[in-house]
């Protein structure tokens, strides 16, 4: 009896040491309604439907990204995800000690042959955002509000540019960035002012590709009657019937997907792009938008999509 | 006041006993919120102080941290004693380690022992630089020094980011960092060193800058105690209208002050850019300028003092990271917290303890 009790707790460990998951998100934190947010919705879906809990730690500095990492897998974490591209050179750094570890890295790149590296195309979903808006807007003339001026953010705002030409080549397009720091990330009211003053010069739709300064930029087009599009999260029941859609980055499938993989023993290294093919990028529409986003408007973006899909349109792509 | 500086004893109170209360009062009211949220206080502060000091892993990191307090609270030391508040030292160490990373990057075929020299130049050079217009504002225009720091923190970051994401960028990567510097520029790290001299040490980012930050508070001490140039600097701090009729210039001391201030700011960059990240990246010095201002506080503006808070400071935040790792309640909000607590108690309400500690020592 003995014996047999102690195979099957033995088999159950066994079962349990086949994944000991960790992620180690960024500076916004887990629930910064966005990105990181994406991700821990991933890690929570996962543990619901397999009951195995993800270990998670929160960076405030540059040093505690190798370090926690580091302490991650030498307590036995076999798999690791780094959530943003700033943790990039850190996942450099610590995954060639740990050669038996799997790391995951969102919005990077680093070759090593226990890394998976995760990218978007985040310039697809902002085509479709930037067409949605030419084609919502009565002025000719629309908004966009980066957070912080990085290449990441000025891909967005080209994809959507390029979306937005698409559909009208005349349109007149406002860009402008929230700021030079981190805090550009968080920094509502400035979010709002930037939106008010491009509906001032006379844009009637802005999309946000900002973190949490983008909650002022779509309360200030609630406030004006006008449009906004939300971003990475679906955020159009913030504001119901003023979020004209949102730019979906699904983090959290391919959080999912990877942890998944990493259980069943699927899980490879190497390089992964979700785009509008893969399904890891689009635009959002459900009760809350379905008013504003009419099916005229639907009908052009599907178009749009199976073109971007098929190879027939080309997004151009932000490069150094 | 005068009665206080006769008696020896009082002094003695002043610089050791009232800090250790004042921590001591923070650390049971942090213990208070941990309790409430759930965890033990007193596993807590024991995993808090094995994490910072628990190992050699972690007394590195302790140090490293403290590294960069110590180098940031000179920097406000200096400034204080001339009579300035600099706020700047964020910015100052921003730059700084702008100064040391493109010798870094630009020289990198040298060898160490001169490309070392240069960069530990050019980040004194580059942090004393980015002090100087507030100086020169303060000094000849009025403009006040709190304001004029405190926006060149938004320059220098504005700056960095234009550089970074524009200039310095390595191509090909989303990530606003340069390529890394040639490892012949690296200082060498605490384990690297110790090996040499046959003693064992675990591997942390803990490097050389330690030694120069303890190299310039000796320095900072020499200067402001044992020079003539020092006195000047005290005496206009105390009283500018005195060190006028004294035949000094207060305008000559504020300028001068800043860029010794800006230049030990700028050795921060020394920690963590040749020292750990070997890259030069976005808002390395992660608030320690800000940090500075406690350390300095803490410290009393005495080097001994300023090193011995870097410290402990170094301690919350490697201990205070253990602490988040390590129980799952506590978050790192939580920690950031536990580290306010300490500032509040022992820079804001240091005086708070004064009057009834000294009354109960002279009973």
């Known amino acids: 009896m003995r014996i047999i009790l102690l195979f099957l707790l033995s088999a159950a460990c066994a079962l349990a040491e086949g994944i000991k998951p960790a992620i180690v998100y960024d500076f916004g934190g887990k629930f910064d309604r966005s990105f990181n947010q994406s991700a821990s919705e991933g890690v929570a879906r996962f543990t619901r439907e397999t009951g195995i809990a993800f270990r998670d730690f929160e960076v405030t500095n540059a040093t505690q990204r190798v370090q926690v990492m580091r302490q991650f897998a030498r307590h036995g974490y076999n798999f690791i995800v780094a959530v943003g591209f700033s943790q990039a050179s850190a996942v450099e750094q610590v995954a060639p000690e740990f050669p038996d570890v799997r790391f995951v890295i969102i919005d990077g790149n680093v070759d090593l042959p226990n890394v998976e590296s995760v990218n978007f195309r985040e310039q697809e979903s902002s085509f479709l955002c930037g067409m949605a808006a030419a084609l919502s807007s009565k002025t000719g003339k629309i908004g966009f509000v980066g957070g912080m001026d990085i290449p990441l953010i000025r891909k967005f705002a080209l994809g959507y540019e390029a979306g937005a030409r698409h559909v009208n080549p005349k349109i007149e397009v406002f860009e402008n960035m929230t700021g030079s720091t981190p805090s550009a990330w968080n920094d509502p009211t400035r979010g709002a002012e930037l939106a008010k003053s491009q509906f001032g010069r006379g844009a009637d739709v802005v999309f946000h590709a900002a973190g949490g300064t983008g909650m002022g930029v779509m309360q200030a087009a609630q406030d004006a009657g006008l449009l906004s599009i939300g971003c990475d999260s679906n955020q159009d029941y913030i504001h119901p019937g003023s979020v004209l859609t949102s730019a979906l980055k699904r983090v959290d499938v391919a959080v999912y997907r990877a942890a998944t993989a990493a259980r069943n023993g699927s899980w490879v290294h190497g390089h992964v792009t979700f785009g509008l093919a893969e399904d890891g990028v689009g635009y959002s529409l459900d009760e809350y938008n379905r008013a504003i986003l009419t099916p005229a408007i639907e009908k052009r973006l599907e178009d749009a999509k199976r073109d971007i899909v098929a190879g027939r349109v080309a997004v151009p792509e932000y490069r150094e | ?363």
Not at chain 2, 130 to 139: N, S
Request: aromatic share 10%.
């Open chain 2, 1 to 363: 006041m005068s009665a206080e500086r006769a008696a020896p004893s009082l002094r003695w109170l002043e610089a050791l006993v009232l800090p250790l209360a004042n921590l001591v009062l923070a650390l049971l009211l942090s213990g208070l919120i941990i309790r409430l949220i759930g965890e033990s206080p007193l596993a807590a502060f024991r995993l808090m102080l094995s994490g910072a000091f628990g190992s050699q892993e972690a007394l590195g990191y302790t140090l490293y941290y403290a590294t960069n307090f110590i180098f940031t609270g000179l920097a406000v030391a200096v400034a204080f004693h001339a009579g300035l508040f600099n706020i700047g030292a964020e910015g100052q160490a921003y730059i700084g380690g702008l100064g040391a990373g493109l010798v870094c990057l630009g020289l990198g075929s040298l060898p160490f022992w001169l490309v070392a020299p240069l960069a530990i130049v050019a980040a004194a050079l580059f942090g004393a630089g980015w002090a100087l217009v507030p100086a020169w504002l303060q000094a000849r225009r009025g403009s006040h020094i709190v304001i004029t720091t405190i926006m060149f923190n938004f320059l220098a970051s504005a700056l960095m980011t234009w550089l970074l994401v524009n200039i310095l960028i390595k191509p090909g990567q989303q990530s606003p960092e340069t390529r890394e510097f040639a490892p012949g520029t690296w200082l060498p790290s605490a384990h690297d060193l110790l090996a040499r001299i046959g003693l064992s040490f675990a591997p942390s980012p803990l490097n050389l800058a330690f030694a120069l930050a303890i190299a310039a508070s000796a320095l900072v001490w020499l200067v402001i105690w044992r020079t003539r140039w020092g006195y000047a600097l005290r005496v206009a701090g105390k009283n500018a209208a005195a060190a006028r009729y004294a035949g000094i210039s207060p305008a000559r001391v504020t300028i001068a002050a800043m860029l010794l201030s800006g230049a030990l700011a700028g050795g921060l960059g020394l920690n963590e850019l040749m020292g750990a990240e070997h890259r030069i990246l976005l808002d390395f010095p992660g608030g320690a300028g800000f940090v500075g201002i406690a350390v300095a506080l803490m410290g009393r503006n005495n080097p001994v003092g300023i090193v011995i808070s870097a410290i402990l400071f170094g301690a919350l935040y490697q201990g205070g990271s253990e602490l988040s790792f390590d129980m799952p309640h506590v978050n790192r909000d939580t920690v950031v917290v536990i580290q306010g607590l300490v500032i509040l108690f022992c820079g804001a309400l240091e005086n708070v303890l004064k009057r009834p500690l000294s009354r109960l020592w002279s009973r």
